[in-house]
């Protein structure tokens, strides 16, 4: 029973490591600002379907709420607070694009190293961040709801 359960585990990791390496592809490819953001959601999704594989379901649920969430309400922001272009835009490239290949090696190694790390119990982190912070965490949450509809009020046409 333990051997299916991990060759379930380790086909299903590579299925999303393969859909998530494609979308951070597109995401840095793709011409149209709203089709990465939305190859983001993707890759941040798959993220948090990894954690489901590992069983850490908190972080699986926190990587959902916060960081999907947030990158729908940054992109809420920049489309309608800037009044940006929602086509294709051939000039979305900085210059400086070489330079993100040595960091993100960089970021690998850095990874690679802390993967080796002392395991910490997600249980105690969360009692340590939630319970202290519970009612600023939903006053937060308030505040960037009230954001959001001030952005629309903002920049619909009248």
């Known amino acids: 029973m333990l051997a299916e359960t991990l060759v379930a585990q380790n086909i299903s990791f590579g299925i999303i490591a393969t859909v998530m390496v494609v979308g951070a592809i597109r995401v840095v490819t793709s011409?149209?600002?709203?089709?990465?953001?939305?190859w983001l959601v993707c890759v941040l999704?798959?993220?948090?379907?990894?954690?489901?594989?590992?069983?850490?379901?908190?972080?699986?649920?926190?990587?959902?709420?916060?960081?999907?969430?947030?990158?729908?309400?940054?992109f809420l922001f920049g489309v309608m607070l800037t009044r940006a272009r929602i086509g294709n835009?051939?000039?979305?490239?900085?210059?400086?694009?070489?330079?993100?290949?040595?960091?993100a090696l960089t970021m690998f190694a850095a990874m690679a190293i802390a993967s080796t790390a002392v395991r910490i119990d997600t249980q105690a982190v969360s009692d340590a961040i939630?319970?202290?912070?519970?009612?600023?965490?939903?006053?937060?949450?308030?505040?960037?709801?009230?954001?959001?509809?001030?952005?629309?009020?903002?920049a619909r046409k009248d």
Do not use: C, R
């Not at 798959?46 to 940054?74: D, H, S």
């Open 89 to 103: 835009e051939n000039d979305l490239n900085n210059k400086n694009w070489a330079l993100g290949i040595p960091v």
């Open 130 to 154: 939630f319970k202290p912070y519970l009612l600023p965490f939903w006053a937060l949450s308030f505040v960037l709801l009230v954001a959001v509809i001030g952005a629309i009020v903002l």
């Open 45 to 74: 999704a798959g993220a948090a379907a990894q954690y489901l594989l590992v069983y850490a379901e908190f972080v699986a649920i926190t990587q959902i709420l916060v960081y999907v969430g947030a990158v729908m309400v940054l």
């Open 31 to 38: 011409k149209n600002v709203v089709h990465a953001a939305l």
